[in-house]
């Protein structure tokens, strides 16, 4: 078991993630995120993929309390027993992808997708988008409202939202998505190795603008998204045994 001296609490701004906040500060004595040993995220899924961004280069593990609405990456809140459920915690690695777009004004945006990268359309019109694993075109013309690349945290997200496969978090493959696709009709996207290069290019850019996201991050009017996993990076999240994330992504894919 590994003993966590040093606690950081960062909260949603949503009252009962604020009134976590001060209960679990007044016990435990909370420091600053850049001096803790593990942060605890409270709030929804959407918050503790906020902090996960803004913390990645602390290299410490995150420990999320159910005080939001979506929860799937979090356990569920208890203000006793803090130190010892930390203790007794299991720990899941992850790798995010690394998305580089250039979009129609010559710039080039970086950004970290812990979920998936997407490439959605702006306006009114369906995207046209030629898809290459790996430098090989592999789909000359997806017609559709967009296309995403999930990882297996992601799957459970907007991929499963857009009819893509659920993830085990062991399996080392990604989601390849399309959304919403009108031709071809019957394609219903593809697994990928984790260790393959994804590159997502804008047909008639100029008629069907673009926009790419990285988690949270978007870029408009975009030309071209190439996608990897990120082995640099690495983020470890923490779970009570029983709410083990493995096991929740499981029964994830026997629900009706």
Known sequence: MTEYRSIAFVASEVPQAQDALRELN???GGVEPEKADVIIALGGDGFMLETLHRY???QVPFYGMHRGSVGFLMNGYGASALKERLARAQ???IHPLAMEAQDAHGTTH???AINEVSLTRQGRQAAKIRISVDSI???DELMADGVLLATPV????YNLSAHGPIIPLKAEIMALTPVSAFRPRRWRGALLPQAAKVRFDTIEADKRPLSATADYTEVRDVLSVEMRQDRDSTLT???DPEQNLDERVLKEQFLS
């Open 26 to 28: 007044s016990r435990y």
């Open 56 to 58: 990645l280069h602390r």
């Open 91 to 93: 720990s899941v690695t």
């Open 110 to 112: 970086r950004a970290l």
């Open 137 to 139: 075109v592999r789909l």
């Open 154 to 157: 992601g799957s459970t997200a």
């Open 237 to 239: 999240l923490l779970f």
